[in-house]
């Protein structure tokens, strides 16, 4: 695994404004917005961590279970998604889940993001999440157009929106982060499974191991790859 260093990084993630989670579909909140993000900016790691491999992708598929946390701050916020660029270039297109802790305790929302647009949520009456929950998500593109699909294979429910942008197509990746550089504590860790780019393992896509830093007090950093080729567990330090 190859950690990186102080190298710069594009992100974007479904960022959630205090109190607005609860937002209807097609609604974006108004903050945090997120950009370019300078990795070892303000702490020695980046605020998203996990797998990112190199090339022009046209899919990113990923598996995870939703884990249940703890709240220490209403400042808490972190999602972990499936994308394709952010990895040193200025675009994303990505899906997952967010889980904010404004009200002071956890609220878990699915949505998607085009950055450089905003990110939209997707109504807890149609898309109802709750911690333990399966989720898969796969990013697909046809030139400039990407299709982003979310499921919860526990609640039943599956989301998919077509979305146009004349992207970069530089990285695909699994991930987590939160753009508050202030993470939940999260019971057990997160794992990934099923992680494909192309079709092809996790592991054959040469991909590079991102810390995710936690406020400067902790570091979450990706396990070794599974024997699979496709699994990881992102765990705190």
């Known amino acids: ?7 710069v990084r594009a992100l974007a993630v479904a960022a959630v404004a205090a109190a607005s989670l609860s937002a209807a579909a097609g609604t974006a909140s108004a903050t945090p917005m997120f950009g370019a993000h300078f990795h070892g900016q303000a702490f020695s790691g980046g605020n998203w961590g996990g797998y990112a491999s190199k ?3 046209t899919t990113a598929t990923a598996s995870w279970k939703e ?8 400042n808490d916020l972190f999602a972990p998604w ?3 660029d952010g990895d040193g270039s200025s675009t994303v ?3 997952g889940v967010a889980t904010d802790c404004s009200s002071g305790s956890a609220v878990y929302q699915a949505w998607y993001e085009m950055y450089p647009a905003a990110p939209v949520y997707y109504s807890e009456s149609e898309a109802p999440v709750k911690a333990g929950d399966s989720f898969t998500a796969t990013v697909t593109r046809s030139g400039n157009s990407y299709k982003l699909d979310i499921s919860d294979t526990t609640a039943g429910w599956s989301k ?3 979305q146009s942008l004349n ?3 530089s990285t695909a990746e699994a991930i987590i982060e939160s753009p508050t550089d202030s993470y939940p504590s999260i019971n057990g860790g997160i794992s990934f499974s099923g992680v ?3 079709g092809k393992n996790l592991a054959d896509t040469s991909p590079e191991g991102l810390d995710a830093d936690d406020g400067g007090s902790k570091t979450y950093s990706p396990g070794a790859i599974g024997s699979d080729g496709q699994s990881f567990t992102m765990t705190e330090h």
């Open 55 to 57: 090339g022009s992708f």
């Open 167 to 169: 992207a970069e197509h």
């Open 196 to 198: 494909k780019f192309d």
């Open 67 to 74: 884990p249940s946390v703890t709240c220490n701050s209403s």
């Open 82 to 84: 499936v994308g394709i």
């Open 160 to 162: 998919t929106t077509t």
């Open 1 to 7: 695994m190859n950690l990186s260093s102080r190298t």
């Open 93 to 95: 297109e990505q899906t």
